[in-house]
């Protein structure tokens, strides 16, 4: 069985155009780079460092920050 689910969500078009440029530039599909965000986000909140610090967000070397300075 798997442990993936599939869904549809509404994007704005600018949520939606930057989700896949950060999917392109990070060499990943749009879905997965949804999700290492979204996973980014849960982390910081399970241990209360918030997903504001995150500079790498899924831990590649290369990829792009989250919240770029």
């Known amino acids: ?3 993936r689910h599939s869904t549809s969500i509404r994007l ?3 949520i939606k ?4 440029s950060r999917s392109i530039r990070n060499h990943r599909s ?3 780079e949804i999700v290492a965000i979204l996973s980014a986000i849960r982390d910081g909140e399970k ?6 610090g995150f500079a790498n967000p899924s ?3 290369g990829d792009v920050p989250l919240f770029p300075a």
């Open 47 to 52: 241990t209360g460092t918030g997903f504001e």
């Open 1 to 3: 069985m798997s442990n």
């Open 17 to 20: 155009e930057w989700a896949e």
């Open 59 to 61: 831990g590649i070397p």
């Open 30 to 32: 749009m879905s997965a």
């Open 12 to 14: 704005p078009i600018e």
